[in-house]
């Protein structure tokens, strides 16, 4: 089980907007402005998306946004494409004990 | 271009032990952080371990803590993963990830392919 909540599927239409939620307590996602969201494509390693809650690394389309609200962290992909669909992780720091933790992962089907 | 090259993976039987490597390569090794995450077949990703920059700390999660040790070498720019008393839960794929420059744990900006580890009697 793990340590952060993802939905386990979300889908919508091409050019349609999604957001994906992430839900962990105070001792990781709302103690630290260190969301992180990554894309996983099959048989691939994960790419960098989201950093620092709603940072774009250099290269990721400004499709991709994230926001933060409590315990709860969020990324939204507006204009879907059929490129996007994989599968999203979210993940945060979470203190000098436990480190990091992972939500456990949502597939974006693109209809 | 940044790439992480890991290798070492295999089939083991439980009890067994097992040397994962991590060759870098495009940044320069010795300034970042490093980290092995692992994701078991069809399920999500776990951090397991991390690595500053000179060795000095060394991070574990309590899942591989006391049987798995991380550590590098600079100069050779590479990362190992030494595992130990090997269990079937820890049949995964390892992947090698970078911090960005001057952090540590806050992200991952660049990830490996990944090795798979299977445990199986």
């Known amino acids: 089980q793990s340590a952060l909540t993802q939905p386990a599927s979300v889908s919508g239409s091409p050019g349609q907007s999604i957001t994906i939620s992430c839900t962990g307590t105070s001792s990781d996602v709302g103690g630290y402005n260190l969301v992180s969201w990554y894309q996983q494509e099959p048989g691939k390693g994960p790419k960098l998306m989201i950093y620092e809650v709603s940072k774009r690394p250099s290269g990721v389309s400004n499709r991709f946004s994230g926001s933060k609200s409590g315990n709860t962290a969020s990324l939204t992909i507006s204009g879907l494409q059929a490129e996007d669909e994989a599968d999203y992780y979210c993940c945060s720091y979470a203190g000098s004990i436990t480190h990091v933790v992972f939500g456990g992962g949502t597939k974006l089907t693109v209809l | 271009e940044v790439q992480l090259v890991e290798s070492g993976g295999g089939l083991v039987q439980p009890g067994d032990s097992l040397r994962l490597s991590c060759v870098a390569s495009?940044?320069?090794?010795?300034?970042?952080?490093m980290n092995w995450v692992r994701q078991a077949p069809g399920r999500g990703l776990e951090w397991i371990s991390f690595i500053s920059t000179g060795s000095g700390n060394k991070y574990y999660s309590d899942s591989v803590k006391g049987r798995f040790s991380i550590s590098r070498d600079n100069a050779k720019n590479s990362l190992y993963l030494q595992m130990n008393s090997l269990r079937v839960e820890d049949t995964a794929v390892y992947f090698c990830v970078r911090d960005p420059i001057w952090r540590s744990l806050d992200y991952f900006d660049y990830w490996g392919q990944g090795t798979l580890v299977t445990v199986s009697s």
């Open positions: 495009g940044f320069t090794f010795s300034s970042h952080s």
